[in-house]
């Protein structure tokens, strides 16, 4: 890990990975390698989470491929200095911010949409000027594997390497200086990621979890409600990090909900979505057998049945949930989807500022007045209003988390700012040289600083 480290830190001194022509360059041939290598990516997807092609597809080759697009095309421009204003006591002056890269950034990506949550960040980081080392997660090895033999394939090898392995590797280059370190994942590694990088007051972005409400009002479009929230939940069998975690439904509503969610899985998944193409499987054999223990937590009105020989859990609606069970306690990341009875929005926004920030946060309502009311008097990460997920696919929208579910935002331009440090640079001319400016400090120029100051 040190003669990798020590090998991007001398390319990066070189000044090899300034020019944008290098960038451009590294940018097309990641799109390159997705594009050329998409059979293979695909098939390693669904190897390790079931992936079905489509939504592998959406989610891991054109999320990456519409990133770097608009990183290449926007490459001059958001590593242009900005030229800003300077005050008038300091004329004559221009002042300046410049991008500049940060050196040698390390991204450590999890296992649930493996491909997206390695490259994104890299590939910010790339267009930003900085070398880059890549360590996808060793839990999906298939597209690890596919990536560790790829990359180095397609990429500058100077510039960019991929580690592969799992805790100790991952110790190894936490071991190492880098100059930022951009760790997606679950909060305990969160923790030793940020406390190694105190060594060497390297810089962290955390993009972590948290269990994500829902919270339905009364004036909710139940039918439209389901559909999008089973799209959110289910895709990926649940193993995404936005996911709705639990709905919080108006008690008269409760059924109704129930009902919808049952159409909306019937027509998403069939009759048995075992036998679905669109739904995947859970990614380990350790993460089967936690779902299937929180499922105590509930009762199934929807789903609930499991083959651990193929890792698959039903999609799966729990209903009367305590609320002490350990269902609600940690992140279900599955899909089990447990609704909770409350009287009021008050109830429900107390019952979520009772919890840690979460990562997402969704309100389905029709009145205006509600959302105002949840909006404001609640903290997350993002929001989608009348809808799940979709706040993190639009590039304007810096994607990331507050407090528990992380700190630091990406994605469209966020992603490459990360990577940058607006340098300050102020330029003076020297044409005008008053002698104001100095000491010593006359009763004059006391007056005249009360006056212009
Ligand atoms: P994981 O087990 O793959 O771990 C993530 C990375 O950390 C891997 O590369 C792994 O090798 C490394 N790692 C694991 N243990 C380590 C240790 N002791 N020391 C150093 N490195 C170590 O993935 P995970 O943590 O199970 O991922 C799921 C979590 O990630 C969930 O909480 C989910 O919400 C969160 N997540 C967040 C986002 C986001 O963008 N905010 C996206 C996806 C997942």
Not at 378 to 396: E, F, I, S
Not at 423 to 448: F, Q
Request: glycine share 8%.
């Amino acid at each position: 890990m040190a003669s990798i480290a020590d090998t991007l830190r001398s390319t990066y001194d070189s000044g090899h990975t300034r020019p944008l022509e290098w960038r451009r360059r590294q940018l097309e041939q990641m799109k390159r390698m997705l594009e050329e290598n998409e059979a293979e990516f695909l098939d390693a997807l669904r190897t390790d989470l079931g992936k079905p092609a489509v939504e592998g597809f959406i989610t891991d080759i054109a999320f990456v491929t519409s990133e770097l697009d608009a990183m290449i095309k926007n490459l001059r421009k958001w590593n242009k200095p900005e030229r800003v204003g300077t005050p008038l006591v300091t004329m004559p002056a221009k002042s300046h911010l410049v991008p500049e890269p940060l050196g040698v950034v390390l991204v450590i990506a999890p296992w649930n949409y493996p491909i997206q949550l390695l490259l994104v960040p890299a590939a910010g980081a790339i267009a930003a000027g900085n070398c880059v080392v890549m360590k996808p997660s060793e839990v999906s090895s298939a597209t690890s594997a596919a990536l560790g033999r790829l990359v180095p394939k397609y990429m500058d090898p100077a510039a960019v390497a991929i580690v592969e392995g799992g805790v100790p590797e991952t110790t190894d280059l936490l071991g190492q200086r880098f100059d930022h370190i951009f760790y997606t994942g679950n909060g305990t590694v969160g923790r030793v990621v940020m406390a190694a990088a105190v060594a060497n007051l390297t810089p962290v972005t955390l993009e972590l979890g948290g269990k994500s409400p829902v919270i339905i009002d009364e004036s909710a479009d139940l039918r439209v409600a389901a559909r999008r929230i089973a799209w959110g939940k289910w895709l990926n069998a649940g193993q995404t990090c936005v996911a709705p975690d639990y709905i919080l439904v108006p008690e008269s509503k409760q059924d109704a909900l129930v009902a919808e969610l049952r159409t909306a899985i019937g027509e998403f998944y069939g009759e048995d979505p075992h036998l679905s193409d669109s739904y995947g499987r859970i990614v380990s054999p350790r993460h089967f057998d936690r779902l299937e223990s929180l499922m105590a937590g509930g009762t199934p009105a929807v789903g609930g049945d499991t083959k651990s020989d193929e890792r698959y859990i039903a999609p799966t609606v729990l209903v009367d949930v305590d609320p002490d069970s350990q269902l609600m306690a940690e992140e279900i990341f599955g899909p089990l989807l447990p609704i909770i009875p409350v009287t009021s929005v008050a109830e429900s926004i107390a019952f979520i500022n009772a919890r840690p920030h979460p990562l997402a946060l969704y309100v389905f309502a029709e009145n205006k007045s509600v959302i105002d009311t949840v909006l404001t008097r609640t903290t997350a990460g993002g929001v989608t209003v009348n809808g799940t997920l979709m706040h993190l696919t639009n590039p304007n929208l810096p994607f990331g988390g507050i407090g528990e579910s992380g700190m630091g935002g990406y994605h469209g331009k966020a992603g490459v700012r990360l990577f940058q440090h607006l340098k300050p640079v102020l330029t003076r001319g020297t044409k005008l040289d008053p002698s104001i400016a100095y000491p010593p400090y006359t009763a004059r120029k006391a007056k005249i600083f009360r006056r212009v100051l």
